[in-house]
């Protein structure tokens, strides 16, 4: 059974905030949860399959490899839903970022791909799986922003190779952009606070065992998961619903 999060363990965060004469450090740990409520799928839906696609097809470098031009055009597709009016932050970000600006030493680790957290002001993110507007050269590693259609035939700006771009993201089998900072982070880490993640993922589903012992752990999802049992206090609930909760212990109140 969850540790819900009652009133007693929203103390425990109030006490940890107000009980300190320094700022805190706090590691928020995003993944696909948070970003559903924006219009965006989740990784893998319950079927095992990505947009119809199984991931194997779109999302490693094998795939790559044996169908560029099909994973082009699945994240190309993915691209434009992101650029699409029918998608924008929620009010999870929302609260995140203000809490982000608050006195305290705030920085979110993503696994998500899209740009919500930056469209709501955030400054401190980290996108440990790459982002889905950006690409990249798999010759001579140059990376740029992207917004339009990739295709097979482009060629590199840089090296002038054809076929050799890609999007920044990390596939299976590749191993996460900036783990050193992120480990160092985590390492200080007064409050860990995971949102909308599945637990599936290797390594940030490991993250929450990489805090100091006395770091209260927080995990906020609309259900349990594999790796519940590692954390202090639960929110089981939307990300919205729970970082407002969240936002209110931490920021000052007027």
């Not at 339009?148 to 076929?163: F, H, Q, R």
């Not at 050799?164 to 880490?189: C, K, Q, T």
Request: overall charge negative.
């Amino acid at each position: 059974m969850l540790k819900q999060f009652t009133i007693f363990h929203m103390d425990i965060l109030k006490k940890k905030v107000a009980n300190t004469n320094r700022k805190l450090n706090i590691v928020f740990l995003t993944g696909a949860g948070i970003s559903a409520q924006s219009g965006i799928k989740t990784f893998r839906d319950h079927n095992g399959l990505w947009e119809n696609h199984p991931v194997e097809q779109v999302a490693t470098p094998e795939a790559f490899h044996a169908n560029p031009t099909l994973v082009q055009k699945f994240y190309n597709q993915r691209r434009a839903q992101l650029l699409s009016d029918e998608v924008s932050f929620n009010d999870g970000h929302k609260y995140m970022t203000e809490i982000e600006s608050s006195e305290h030493n705030v920085v979110i680790v993503t696994q998500n791909v899209d740009d919500l957290h930056e469209r709501s002001g955030a400054k401190n993110v980290i996108h440990m799986h790459g982002e889905l507007l950006k690409m990249k050269c798999q010759d001579c590693s140059y990376r740029n922003e992207i917004v339009e259609d990739l295709e097979v035939e482009n060629k590199c700006p840089s090296c002038g190779a054809t076929g050799s771009l890609r999007p920044d993201i990390v596939w299976f089998g590749e191993m996460p952009y900036h783990m050193n900072e992120i480990y160092e982070l985590l390492e200080e880490a007064d409050i860990f606070i995971s949102v909308g993640t599945s637990g599936h993922v290797y390594p940030a589903a490991m993250f929450v065992q990489n805090v100091p012992t006395d770091c209260l752990k927080v995990e906020v999802n609309i259900n349990e998961t594999q790796i519940s049992s590692n954390f202090d206090c639960h929110l089981v609930e939307s990300s919205s619903s729970a970082l407002k909760k969240i936002r209110d212990y931490i920021l000052p109140q007027k």
